[in-house]
């Protein structure tokens, strides 16, 4: 395993939370978060190709995010590419933004046939998803943009 160590941050100074997973350089989700209430999101985690919704929420949807994330992943955080990769290559990253601009988070780079990142961000992303899909589905059937 291949690890690139990024800076600590506190979490309570995070202001943005992106996640981005793509599978042979092909975006299936992308969504960013903002302490603000702005949301974007592309895709629904499942193919490729999906719309993109841009807008802001009223819903605490950056905070419940914020919250579900374990105070000790910022003392792990950087880059780790899996060893032995089998089928096609997948990345998942997790962005966490500062409102000074400082970045810090996790890219983990992995076959999709061979062991994949940690569970308990798997679910992390599972959780995103779910969190804002109410929102994105009424943006996208709305034709928002």
């Known amino acids: 395993m291949i690890v690139y160590v990024y800076p600590m941050i506190s ?5 943005r939370i992106l996640i981005k997973w793509s599978v042979e350089e ?3 989700i992308s969504m960013m978060l903002s302490k603000g ?9 499942e193919k490729s190709g999906g719309k993109m919704a841009m807008g802001r929420t009223e819903e605490p949807l950056f905070e419940s995010l914020l919250e579900a994330m374990p105070e000790d992943w910022l003392k792990n955080t950087g880059r780790y590419t899996l ?3 089998k089928g096609k290559m997948a990345q998942l ?3 966490l933004e500062t409102e000074d601009e400082q970045e810090t988070g996790f890219e983990f780079t992995y076959g999709i046939q061979s062991g994949g ?3 308990d961000f798997v679910e992390y992303v599972e959780y995103a998803i ?4 109410e929102w994105y589905e009424n943006m996208t059937r709305k034709g928002k943009k």
């Open 11 to 15: 979490k309570q100074s995070i202001h």
């Open 26 to 28: 092909e975006v299936i």
């Open 37 to 45: 209430g702005s949301l974007n999101r592309i895709g629904n985690g």
């Open 83 to 85: 060893p032995d990769p």
């Open 93 to 95: 990253t997790l962005v």
């Open 117 to 119: 990142p940690p569970e």
């Open 130 to 133: 779910e969190l804002t899909d």
